[in-house]
């Protein structure tokens, strides 16, 4: 008996070791020197152009948007809380001279309290949102009248006293699959028309070479192949599948093992 729920102890710790590794958030510490971290340094792509986080801080906590490797390029930069926790916006480069894009007044950061937000930006348009789901509206928000810059990496610093601690959630971006429907034979022949000089004659072997054999397609290899899923979701499930599993067999033996009345 003592040997049965011990294997089972065991069982639920690695799930619960499984689940936790795969859904591990980001953990990051900026100190008050207003330098850049990137975050490409720890797997958070700019390519995604949606960025999801928890701060705490108390004022002057930054995330560049930057069209290249270095804040000295061109970059969009936000700021949370400057001036004592006052003040938030939105302004094109890194000095305190320059103009604001889009500001708001309030306490947007805590000193001992996490606060979620969600950066979003398209061609034209970066948003900034309370919260880690798209459910509200944004208070900062600024359209460009041209293309933005080319955003290719994201910075975040604290400064002015302040140091930041950051949790960055990964996204799950549904996937998608195209099927080509194709009917029982799918081999095609196709004639070249090409413009021929004089003495050249036409190859057997071009008609040849342009057959396309059906179980070379890749809709073929799609249809008769499953693709993985590596999103967390999937993993959570497959998991919480195994525990339930496990759990139903553990129950089982153990009621076979208990002594009849």
Known sequence: MEFI????????????????????????T????????????????????ILTFQLEACNNAYVGLMSGSSDAQPLYEIDFGAYGNTVSFIR?????????LDETNGNALDCNIYKEFRITWDDNTINVSHGLENSWSPFL??????????????????AYGAKGKWIFHIQNFPTTSELTPCAASCTKTYTCHCQTTSGTTTSSNTLAQLKIERKTLSSFKRRHQSASDPRKTSIYIGCVGIMVLVLSVAFIVILDLLPRA
């Open 5 to 28: 729920l011990h294997t089972v102890i065991l069982l639920l710790v690695f799930l619960v070791r499984l689940i936790l590794i795969h859904g591990a958030d980001i953990y990051i």
């Open 30 to 49: 900026t100190p008050e020197t207003r330098d850049y971290t990137f975050l490409s340094n720890h797997g958070i792509r700019a390519t995604d152009r």
């Open 92 to 100: 094109a480069g890194k000095s305190s001279t320059l103009p604001r």
């Open 141 to 158: 928000t600024w359209t460009s009248p041209t293309t933005l810059w080319p955003i290719q990496h994201i910075g975040i610093s604290t």
